[in-house]
């Protein structure tokens, strides 16, 4: 299995910046992919920002040109880099992870969240 452990939320002003975090531990070694997605209350959860299979990224629309997706594959971690941050920024922000299994298999792993609240 893999684990997964977010950082790095808070409370910031509109205009601001945060870093989150995401350090992976387990059975690392078959991921294909890994991002962050966001929950607001009483909202679906919905993509962040990701990277695919082949190495590239996938960002939602929202927030290209202010977040950026980054890794540290010594350290196992992710980050995502949020710039410019907007009151509907504000969720709680999931890493997400997606294994190979093997056979056509894939395990999906979710850590368990850190808040991001901007205030106006």
Do not use: H
């Not at 997605?37 to 993509?47: C, E, M, V």
């Not at 992870?97 to 205030?119: H, P």
């Amino acid at each position: 299995q893999v684990q997964l452990v977010e950082s790095g939320g808070g409370l910031v002003q509109a205009g601001g910046s945060l870093r989150l975090s995401c350090a992976a531990s387990g059975r690392t070694a078959n991921i294909v992919s890994v991002g962050w997605y966001r929950q607001a209350p009483g909202k679906q959860r919905d993509l962040v920002a990701a990277f695919t299979n082949d190495g590239g990224t996938n960002y939602a629309d929202s927030v290209k040109g202010r977040f950026t997706i980054s890794r540290d594959n010594g350290k196992k971690t992710v980050y995502l880099q949020m710039n410019s941050l907007k009151p509907e920024d504000t969720a709680d922000y999931l890493c997400y992870a997606r294994e190979y299994l093997g056979s056509s298999q894939y395990g999906n792993y979710w850590g368990q969240g850190t808040q991001v609240t901007v205030s106006a």
